[in-house]
């Protein structure tokens, strides 16, 4: 149905997710495969568990890029992530990168790992990592039960326009690096700074795909919004 949606309506891209995907080996491998055979766009979102033994099979498929976490330096992303997540990680973008596949890094913000943003960003562009995105921890699952700290407004403020110019300054170096500008916030501070000036002077839309132009199919067919706005809108195949 997405190939028939595709092929009637408009471009897709699709984005495998988990869990991690690359744990039902059979069934993502045939899913891969069907949207290879179609000239569908599939990246990855996952870990590094099997990544090794599945890496040449990626490759086959031609996935468009494989994103891993890193929440921090070594020991603040081994403590959120577990002891020896870091260096797992290192491997993992040491065997993408071997094999040609475009590595993406995910930092997901908290107070407790802001302030070792830039630290992880210049690591990624020495590492030859393709885009590095941050957005703040959504305080559902685990975030909720650790009650990870989001930062006050006024501090969250000055941390996106700190990073701004260090984004800045690494782009007027030439350094080949995709610094996403993912958090909705950007584009209100970028407002304020006079850089995005939106045609309708009081109405500044950012960023959220939900409605738009994104939508979530989840392992037994439901359908949501967005994986993380878990409200049922329809069911397949039956809708």
Known sequence: EIIDFRDEYSPVNVTITGGHPLLAKE????ILKKLY????????????????????????????????????????HDKKRGTDSWDEVMRGIEALKEHDIPVDIMFTLSRDNMHSLTEVVDLCIKKGVRRFAFDRVVPIGSAEVNQLALPSKEEYKKFLYDVFQFYSKHKSEGEEIYLALKDQLWKPLLNDMGIFNPEETDKIDNGCPVGVSGISILSDGVVVPCRRLPIKIGKLPEQ
């Open 37 to 76: 055979e179609n000239n569908l766009s599939v990246q990855i979102l996952g870990n590094v568990h099997n990544l090794e033994e599945e890496i040449d099979f990626l490759k086959s498929v031609k996935v468009k890029g494989y994103q891993l976490s890193l929440d921090g330096t070594k020991e603040m």
């Open 27 to 30: 069934k993502y491998r045939a």
